[in-house]
């Protein structure tokens, strides 16, 4: 897996455009993040269709020809420096298949953030694209708008990407090691409902793959890990970083199933990095080059996530 090309770090007086390509967004946590943006010194502006939501199905924010159209027309707009996305929740598969890409590539590499439902996105961005995105807080997310571990470390990896190229785990390793690859991965769920389609990753080889999801049960998180593992998705895998599993059973019950499907890939495996539905969440940038060491429970890109 090569690595991929780096967006221009952000200064002081960035545009910044916040999009919301899946679920509704809440029109005071919406203010409130820009509120955050502004306090960094950076120029936000809001996509025509934010606080849209879908007249039928209302877990979306707006029409999916909207939702693309907002996206697209921030990231073509040559004033734009960064596309930050406002919430997750579902939808962003929706409109993967309405960009025009070659219209997008042509506009130039840029700084994009998310997480969640947005794994799709940042998939479709390394294939389509092959940039390097952040996997991190959201606009009008409740981490980003209350926690300041996680606005601190979105804020340096932004303006000052060489003070955060070391993340740090809070746990003990699944498999000790260490392995040197290219960073990937999201939320399990959508990694596993991308297989197939035509804007995702053919695979994990080469990679040190990043894992977390929310919300589950045990025997999904089963059902996905094995979807990825019969689809050859992970062969090649160099080393897997997990991160958190919010609101899915105990760690201690969830320990063995990870340990089960994970463990015989002969590869390291680290928990509890701090990153994903967890409250202070880090920011990891997807596509760069870095060394996994489990047993010390560190993550060392070899060169910031921007440049």
Not at 99 to 126: N, Q, Y
Not at 170 to 194: D, F, M, Y
Request: proline share 6%.
């Amino acid at each position: 897996m090569k690595t991929l090309l780096r967006p221009a770090r952000l200064a002081p007086g960035a545009r910044v455009a916040v999009v919301a390509p899946s679920g509704p967004v809440s029109e005071e946590r919406l203010q409130a993040g820009l509120d955050v943006l502004r306090g960094w010194h950076l120029d936000p502006v809001v996509a025509p269709h934010v606080l849209d939501r879908h007249g039928t199905f209302g877990y979306l924010a707006g029409a999916d020809a909207d939702r693309a159209a907002d996206l697209q027309s921030a990231w073509c707009d040559p004033s734009v420096d960064a596309v930050l996305c406002a919430r997750g929740g579902y939808g962003a598969q929706r409109i993967a298949d309405l960009l025009d890409w070659e219209a997008m590539r042509a506009a130039g590499p840029k700084v994009f953030v998310g997480f969640s439902d947005i794994t799709a996105l940042h998939e479709a961005f390394a294939a389509r694209l092959g940039l390097v995105t952040l996997h991190g807080p959201m606009a009008a997310g409740v981490d980003f708008l209350k926690n300041a571990r996680a606005q601190e470390h979105l804020k340096a990896t932004l303006f000052a990407p060489e003070t955060v190229t070391t993340l740090v785990s809070g746990g003990t390793p699944l498999v000790p090691g260490r392995a040197r690859g290219v960073t990937l991965g999201g939320c399990l769920s959508l990694l596993a409902a991308e297989l197939g389609t035509p804007h995702a990753r053919p695979g994990a080889r080469g990679g040190l793959l990043c894992l977390e999801d929310v919300g589950e049960e045990t025997y999904r998180l089963d059902r996905y890990l094995t979807q990825l593992l019969r689809a050859g998705w992970l062969d090649g895998v160099r080393g897997v970083l997990l991160g958190s599993w919010e609101r899915c059973e105990p760690r201690d019950r969830l320990r063995p199933l990870l340990a089960d499907r994970l463990g015989g890939l002969g590869v390291p495996v680290a928990e509890e990095f701090g990153f994903g539905h967890c409250a202070g969440a880090l920011t990891v940038p997807f596509g760069v080059a870095a060394e996994l060491d489990a047993g010390a429970g560190t993550l060392t890109l070899a060169e910031p996530a921007l440049r």
